[in-house]
């Protein structure tokens, strides 16, 4: 199963390229997406089974702050992925996000309930998903939450959310988070490999929800981090009603696997991926200073 991987240096990118054995990549900055003909031509010199979309730009605010980009990444290159892929008979993954859902439902998110994104990003990222099904019927759309992962975690987040905890432990004894928002925090390598267990399963096309078993408020992820990490640091759950700054975000965003579960593929509990990515973070600290 040959992989053609874009966006392969970030924090999923990477987990699939260390995953698979037989996929090649390509970084944000060889491949624009956004480039009329760069996919195509990387389509017909690559020659794929699947092509594999890891490209985003996941800092939410900076979605509404320039929603022409966000649209062209989200939306637009989506778009041209499917329909280049389906012209070549090629099979197309995407990545899309709990930000589609407006989180009023008090329960974890299931694939076939209604969208209705409250910001740009979660609109953009709706827009992607529809225009993949359409341009490309047999396209797997993958909605995750909260993904974490990376020594260095997200370029355009500078981290991610368990990173930036432990820098702000390092100089704080209380941490202000979050108590009023409920996800399912996922470990990009445990979302690699429920990806590649689905795309050998060979499963329809469709839309599949890849997240953490259980679900938690940020402010619990952030306690298990610093209990984890072994810091002293006291996280102070705060209600912000799900708003930062004039941005709104869904309260309880959390997915539920129903489609990938019935086909045999899950992923471990919340817990579990974030114990395996400290004891990986440790590791690899450890091994760059010795």
Not at 54 to 80: E, G, K, Y
Not at 180 to 189: D, K, L, R, S
Not at 204 to 228: D, M, N, R, V
Request: glycine share 10%; hydrophobic share 40%; with cysteine.
């Amino acid at each position: 199963m040959k992989l053609l991987v874009l966006g392969k240096e970030g924090q999923l990118g990477a987990e699939l390229m260390a995953r698979s054995q037989d996929a090649v990549g390509f970084t944000r900055g060889a491949l624009d997406v956004t480039q009329e003909g760069a996919v195509e031509a990387a389509l017909d010199s690559i020659r794929p089974d699947w092509l594999v979309n890891t490209t985003a730009r996941n800092a939410v605010p900076d979605s509404n702050r320039a929603a022409d980009l966000a649209f062209r990444v989200h939306a637009v290159a989506v778009q041209a992925m499917a329909q280049a892929c389906r012209g070549r008979g090629i099979g197309f993954v995407t990545y899309s996000t709990d930000y589609v859902f407006d989180g009023r439902n008090g329960r974890p998110c299931l694939e076939d309930d209604r969208p209705n994104p409250l910001q740009t990003y979660g609109v953009s990222k709706y827009s992607g998903e529809l225009l993949s099904a359409l341009f490309h019927p047999g396209s797997l759309i993958l909605r995750s939450c909260g993904v974490f992962g990376g020594i260095t975690g997200s370029r355009e987040k500078n981290g991610n959310f368990v990173l930036n905890i432990l820098r702000q432990s390092e100089h704080k004894e209380e941490i202000e988070v979050s108590s009023e928002q409920i996800v399912n925090p996922t470990y990009a390598g445990d979302l690699a490999a429920a990806t590649l267990s689905l795309l050998r399963k060979g499963p329809p096309g469709g839309i599949y929800h890849l997240a953490a078993e259980g679900h938690c408020s940020w402010a619990e992820f952030a306690a298990e981090t610093l209990k984890l990490s072994g810091r002293s640091a006291r996280i102070i759950p705060v209600d912000h009603g799900g708003r930062s700054g004039s941005l709104q975000r869904p309260l309880f965003s959390a997915l539920a696997n129903t489609k990938a579960k019935a086909l045999g593929v899950t992923l471990p509990h919340w817990k579990d991926g974030l114990r395996e990515y400290i004891s990986w973070l440790h590791a690899h600290m450890t091994s760059r200073e010795s």
